[in-house]
Structures are given as C-alpha cells and as structure tokens.
C-alpha cells in the first residue's frame, strides 16, 4: 500500500537566511514545478499520440479502463484530491481546440 500524503500537516514559518539570500526551500519548489510541468507535457503528448494511434486503428480514442485505472492509482496514492489531478491531467491530455502543445 503507498504512504499516504499527510493532510493537515502545519506549514513551517519560512525563516530569512543567514547570508539573505534567497530560501533554499522555495527555489528547490520552483524546480520541482518546472520538472512537474515537463513531466506533464511528455505525457500529454504521449497520451495524445496514444490516441491518434487508437484512432487509425478503428478503436475508440480513449480506453475508459485505462483511465478509471489512472484515476484509482491517483485517488489510491494522493486521495480524492489526487483523482481530481487525475481528472485535469486526462482533460489537458484531450485534443486541443485551440493553439497545440507543440508550440512550446
């Protein structure tokens, strides 16, 4: 079973560096995101790919198994909050009506 994520764990009080620098914590954070969101844009992409083979194979775009399973793997690891992660990730995973990932 994956460790739950602790919910309602108090923030710490970000405490000013010695040297005044910036905080160690927020720039680590910031780097997290960045990775976060590459991550997500291989898988939207990949996801998309997925689909158009799906397509030209005469199957349906999307496998609802497939997704119910990626929503109970997102709910199982980080709960309800973590399946609506999984609901926006499968939406930005859709093909766009507007300007395409491609372009970044």
């Known amino acids: 079973m994956p460790e739950p994520i602790p919910h309602g764990d108090a923030p710490r009080v970000p405490r000013p560096s010695a040297e005044g620098g910036a905080d160690p914590a927020a ?4 780097a997290l995101d960045e990775q976060l969101i590459a991550q997500l ?12 083979s799906r397509r030209a ?3 349906p775009t999307t496998s609802l198994a ?7 793997r997102y ?6 909050q973590g399946a609506g992660i999984a ?5 930005l995973s859709r093909p766009p009506s507007g300007p ?3 372009q970044r």
């Open 27 to 30: 720039a680590e954070l910031s």
């Open 57 to 59: 194979a005469g199957l």
């Open 87 to 91: 609901l926006a990730i499968l939406e």
């Open 66 to 72: 497939q997704e119910n399973a990626m929503l109970r």
């Open 75 to 80: 709910a199982a690891h980080l709960g309800d």
């Open 100 to 102: 395409a990932l491609e």
């Open 41 to 52: 844009v291989h898988r939207i992409r990949l996801a998309r790919g997925h689909q158009l």
